[in-house]
């Protein structure tokens, strides 16, 4: 069954003659494991599509499932805890908090869901150690390079037990050596069993992404079909 | 791709075998440009003909001759190396043809056309990165032959996009007049 589920989900803003129909009749399901990367230019919806996936913002019709069960049918106490417990988000511009530090970033989450603050240390710190950040745990966002800090944003974003990463440009901001760390971190996460959606316009991240769906003027309009091998790409024939 | 100078490279490391050169030649580019034998041996022998190569005269044609790079075969390595590659002149690009051509014949949707190339890049671009999530039997050579396909797709994508945006803006505007002879004088005063 799918981790993630958009069903038939519109939409739109304004109306009458300032209607923007910003997503039309998306579908979509990720299953855990798998890194889904939705690509389009600017205006496309991609950012929409995300915010509609992570409960942020209600679609105007259609229906988002996660594990199961349909955002409609939750309270708002309910989907704040699902937001909390199950999704996490990254965005290009890192969104961590300056007056916290690295370490106190990545175990909010966790304390602000009613965590003991020493046993949320440990999985943040946990976290921090699998994308080899541990060292500057108690550094400040603006005392860490901007590598540094996306890490920590990915640390912050699958702490606990998210099952279910969000990522908006999440390499736009870095040079490409950090940008493939993030995407790798990223694929990392997937491995372990979590499903994830990556929106971007940049192919080289979209291609760390087992499917790329590809968004135009609000609508899905191709995906690319699974990769053969890739050894394929490698010495075809020899002829001696 | 100058096979030749490549060759050439390998020998400035010292003396080597022709069956040497083929096996260093392809682990040296991550197994991705396989060469055959005859290849080898018939640019061993343009370039010993050119004097750029000598070989060992008492051996007979075959794995066991030894190749050495000349004074000359030198000097012609190291002004390969520090001359740019020829890029001067637009290549004649079957893609940018193909969208070109899209645009005159009826029936025929151009923005279809650009989709459908995109797909088939980023799906290329999906095998070569996915060769990256084994990073433990990546080798540097590999590694950057890797990065300039990727950079090379990337940049054909990049173009479908801006050709894309510019197509979209061109059928909002009012028709101007044709930029056509401009282009093609700058191109021809470059040369």
Known sequence: ?240 | MSVRHALLALLSEGPKYGFQLRQEFEEGTGDVWPLNVGQVYSTLQRLEHSGHIESDDTADDGPQKVFRLTEEGKSELHRWLSTPTDMASPPRDELVIKVLSALRVPGIDVYEVIQLHRRYLVELMQQWTHLKDDEADFDLAFALVVDAELSRLDSVIRWLDQAEGRLKRAELEPTGPSTAPRLRRRLVARR
């Open chain 1, 1 to 240: 069954m799918s981790f993630l589920e958009l069903r038939n989900i519109s939409k739109s803003y304004g109306a009458g003659s300032t209607l923007v129909h910003a997503l039309l009749d998306v579908s979509l399901s990720v299953d855990r494991g798998i890194l889904v990367a939705v690509m389009g230019p600017s205006g496309s919806g991609k950012s929409t599509l995300l915010t509609i996936a992570g409960s942020l913002e209600e679609p105007t019709t259609g229906e988002v499932l996660i594990d199961g069960k349909s955002l409609a049918s939750m309270s708002h106490n309910d989907k704040a805890r699902l937001r909390r417990r199950t999704i996490g988000y990254v965005f290009q511009d890192f969104n961590l908090l300056s007056g916290l530090t690295a370490l106190e970033n990545v175990s909010l989450p966790l304390e602000l869901d009613d965590m003991s603050a020493r046993k949320a240390r440990t999985l943040a710190m946990a976290a921090l150690e699998s994308i080899g950040i541990a060292e500057r745990a108690g550094h400040f966002p603006d005392e860490l390079s901007g590598g540094e800090r996306q890490r920590v944003a990915i640390a912050r974003a699958v702490v606990g037990e998210r099952h279910l990463l969000l990522a908006d440009e999440p390499s736009g901001a870095l040079d490409s050596a950090n940008g493939e760390a993030v995407m790798k971190m990223i694929r990392g996460a997937c491995k372990q069993g979590v499903a994830a959606v990556v929106v971007t316009h940049d192919a080289h991240l979209a291609s760390w992404a087992d499917r790329v769906l590809f968004l135009k003027d609000g609508r899905i309009v191709d995906q690319t079909v699974p990769p053969p091998s890739a050894e394929s790409l490698l010495a075809p024939t020899r002829t001696s």
